[in-house]
């Protein structure tokens, strides 16, 4: 029988390292955001959706959507957010549930969803599997890694759910404070246990 577990974690927490890791594992991972691009695809009806909403300015002159410009929109107002989120989350979920129609009987599946928690889908899954680290870190990260401004890093960070309300949604949790082994070693853990959940 599929297990069906729910992956998320706050902006630059390490969560797509953690996804990649259990893919190494065997898990089958549904990658949400991968799934979002392909639903706003050019072309497709949600990005028609999309630029009737919120403008042709939302577009690049190639007619792909320009992420950076709506982005910048969104952030900077949850009412406009929410617009995008009701357009893009009915695809994505009717995507994921595509994939995962074709994963084998028996697959650990893991759907890597960044708004996990935010959009109410705890609930859903067998197990939910949490990223964390503190929100120092995250706004490190963003800024030296990821090139952003700290204003734009910390509106990122409070467009999304506390990491109180992450953790209480947490079946694991993955404290990614520690080295690339240290973390192997926990997603090797907690692979494990899922393994045993679903053998039960």
Same mark, same amino acid.
């Given at each position: 029988?599929?297990?069906?577990?729910?992956?998320?974690?706050?902006?630059?927490?390490?969560?797509?390292?953690?996804?990649?890791?259990?893919? /190494? @594992?065997?898990? $089958?991972?549904?990658?949400?955001?991968? @799934?979002? %691009?392909?639903?706003?695809?050019?072309?497709?009806?949600?990005?028609?959706?999309?630029?009737?909403?919120?403008? #042709?300015?939302?577009?690049?002159?190639?007619? /792909?959507?320009?992420?950076?410009?709506? +982005?910048?929109?969104?952030?900077?107002?949850? #009412? !406009?957010?929410?617009?995008?989120?009701?357009?893009?989350?009915? %695809?994505?979920?009717?995507?994921a549930a595509e994939v995962e129609a074709g994963a084998p009987p028996d697959a650990v599946v893991v759907h890597d969803i960044p708004l996990l928690v935010e959009t109410g889908q705890a609930h859903g899954f067998d197990a939910v599997v949490v990223?964390?680290? #503190?929100? /120092?870190?995250?706004?490190?990260?963003? $800024?030296?890694?990821?090139?952003?401004?700290?204003?734009?890093?910390? +509106?990122?960070?409070?467009?999304?759910?506390?990491? $109180?309300? &992450? !953790?209480?949604?947490?079946?694991?949790?993955?404290?990614?404070?520690?080295? @690339? /082994?240290? @973390? &192997? +070693?926990?997603?090797?853990?907690?692979?494990?246990?899922?393994?045993?959940?679903?053998?039960?």
């Amino acid at each position: 029988m599929t297990l069906r577990v729910g992956l998320t974690g706050g902006v630059a927490s390490g969560k797509s390292t953690v996804a990649a890791m259990l893919a /190494e @594992l065997g898990a $089958v991972v549904v990658d949400a955001d991968l @799934l979002a %691009r392909e639903a706003v695809a050019p072309g497709s009806e949600g990005l028609a959706e999309v630029v009737a909403q919120f403008g #042709p300015e939302v577009l690049l002159p190639s007619g /792909e959507l320009d992420r950076p410009a709506l +982005a910048s929109v969104v952030f900077a107002s949850e #009412p !406009r957010r929410r617009e995008l989120e009701a357009i893009i989350h009915p %695809r994505v979920r009717d995507l994921a549930a595509e994939v995962e129609a074709g994963a084998p009987p028996d697959a650990v599946v893991v759907h890597d969803i960044p708004l996990l928690v935010e959009t109410g889908q705890a609930h859903g899954f067998d197990a939910v599997v949490v990223v964390d680290v #503190p929100v /120092e870190t995250q706004l490190r990260r963003m $800024v030296e890694l990821r090139g952003m401004a700290a204003e734009e890093a910390q +509106a990122r960070i409070a467009a999304q759910a506390t990491r $109180v309300q &992450r !953790r209480a949604a947490a079946t694991y949790l993955i404290e990614n404070t520690g080295d @690339l /082994e240290h @973390l &192997r +070693a926990r997603v090797q853990d907690v692979f494990a246990s899922l393994q045993r959940g679903q053998a039960r």
